[in-house]
């Protein structure tokens, strides 16, 4: 059985050199049997599997060379900064001084004048207030008053004499160490004790000049309170304790 041929020709585009070549192949003639078809299209796939795997390279390539490009000039720039911030900070500016010495020199100062000003004020800082001569408190001022015990305090056989040095030494210790009136305060008298109930009488010196003293430190209100908050820190069991809301005071 006799097979027409017939020759045709293929033009193969590549996009390297935009350049195209001409292959010619053999096609059946139009007496030949169905399975020619076969035949060409396998001849005419190499061709163009070629060029889709050119094409694909092509484009592969062009994504690694853009990664790589964007990297480098990331790292490019990176580097330009630092060469750039270097050859600022080694800049002469000032007597032959360069810009990291001078800014270097300039913190060093800062954290000087911080530190020398801490010290001054420290040392130097004094409080006027706390300067006083005692000995120029010469007017007295007298506060008198009385209390209750709690008579499960102490013991009912205690001499009355050692529970008044007691009690003595109760309302000297609250007002020696008042920062208020530690400086004025001079003595505490026990007057009479009769039962569970205390007299006492308070003395403060104040200077001549005690006319604001009067209205604000050394006021009723203000030796009054010292004594209440001292008896309503103390504990029911402590030994002679006394009750906070029987005290009573006056000035005079």
Same mark, same amino acid.
């Given at each position: #059985?006799?097979? @027409?041929?017939?020759?045709?020709?293929?033009?193969?585009? +590549?996009?390297? %050199?935009?350049?195209?070549?001409?292959?010619?192949?053999?096609?059946?003639?139009?007496?030949?049997?169905?399975?020619? &078809?076969?035949?060409?299209? %396998?001849?005419?796939?190499? /061709? /163009?599997?070629?060029?889709?795997?050119?094409?694909?390279?092509?484009?592969?390539?062009?994504? !690694? &060379?853009?990664? !790589?490009?964007?990297?480098?000039?990331?790292?490019?720039?990176?580097?330009?900064?630092?060469? +750039?911030?270097?050859?600022?900070? %080694? @800049?002469?500016?000032?007597?032959?001084?360069?810009?990291?010495?001078?800014?270097?020199?300039?913190?060093?100062?800062?954290?000087?004048?911080?530190?020398?000003?801490?010290?001054?004020?420290?040392?130097?800082? &004094? &409080?006027?207030? @706390?300067?006083?001569?005692?000995?120029?408190?010469?007017?007295?001022?007298?506060?008198?008053?009385?209390?209750? /015990?709690?008579?499960?305090? $102490?013991?009912?056989?205690?001499?009355?004499?050692?529970?008044?040095?007691?009690?003595? @030494?109760?309302?000297?210790?609250?007002? %020696?160490?008042?920062?208020?009136?530690?400086?004025?305060?001079?003595?505490?008298?026990?007057?009479? /004790?009769?039962?569970?109930?205390?007299?006492?009488?308070?003395?403060? #010196?104040?200077?001549?000049?005690?006319?604001?003293?009067?209205?604000?430190?050394?006021?009723?209100? #203000?030796?009054?309170? !010292?004594?209440?908050?001292?008896?309503?820190?103390?504990?029911?069991?402590?030994? $002679?304790?006394?009750?906070?809301?029987?005290?009573?005071?006056?000035?005079?």
């Amino acid at each position: #059985m006799s097979e @027409e041929l017939e020759l045709k020709t293929i033009q193969v585009v +590549r996009d390297n %050199n935009n350049s195209t070549e001409q292959t010619t192949v053999e096609v059946p003639g139009n007496g030949a049997y169905s399975g020619h &078809d076969s035949s060409e299209r %396998n001849e005419v796939s190499p /061709l /163009l599997s070629t060029t889709q795997d050119t094409e694909n390279n092509r484009e592969q390539h062009i994504h !690694v &060379d853009e990664g !790589v490009d964007t990297d480098s000039l990331s790292q490019h720039n990176l580097q330009r900064e630092l060469r +750039r911030v270097k050859k600022e900070l %080694n @800049e002469v500016v000032v007597w032959k001084l360069k810009l990291w010495t001078l800014i270097l020199i300039v913190f060093t100062a800062i954290a000087l004048v911080i530190g020398i000003s801490i010290i001054v004020c420290a040392v130097v800082d &004094d &409080d006027e207030d @706390e300067k006083y001569d005692k000995s120029s408190f010469v007017v007295p001022r007298f506060f008198r008053g009385n209390f209750t /015990l709690d008579a499960e305090s $102490f013991d009912s056989e205690t001499k009355e004499e050692d529970t008044m040095i007691e009690l003595k @030494e109760q309302l000297t210790g609250v007002y %020696n160490s008042s920062p208020a009136l530690e400086r004025y305060f001079h003595s505490v008298t026990i007057n009479n /004790l009769q039962n569970t109930t205390g007299q006492f009488k308070l003395q403060f #010196m104040m200077p001549l000049e005690h006319d604001k003293l009067i209205l604000y430190t050394l006021s009723l209100k #203000m030796v009054k309170h !010292v004594l209440l908050q001292h008896l309503y820190d103390r504990d029911t069991g402590d030994p $002679f304790y006394i009750i906070p809301t029987s005290l009573h005071m006056e000035a005079g």
